[in-house]
């Protein structure tokens, strides 16, 4: 199966990330391995990713089956396949 190429952006217009989707379904989470490029920074306690035009919270961090991710915030964020 060919990934696809996905723009993960903030409510407000800010692209967070470019991330490589492989099948089909709503985007709940983000492999770190797969994410090309990135905009989205840590809040203080380096548990929440925040937009950094905004500040609101997009994601918070966490391991699923082992591998780093990102968990996103389904009403923070916004996605459009390339």
Known sequence: MQDKKVDVSCNCGQRLF???KSGKGRLIKL???KIEES???F?????QWLCP???S????ESLINGQPAIKLNQGAIR???V
Do not use: L
Not at 43 to 47: A, P
Not at 57 to 60: I, L, S, T
């Open 18 to 20: 470019v991330y490589r």
């Open 31 to 33: 492999f770190k391995s």
């Open 39 to 41: 905009t989205a920074c």
């Open 43 to 47: 809040d203080q306690k380096n548990t």
């Open 53 to 55: 035009s905004c500040q």
């Open 57 to 60: 919270v997009c994601g918070r």
């Open 79 to 81: 996605k459009i396949v």
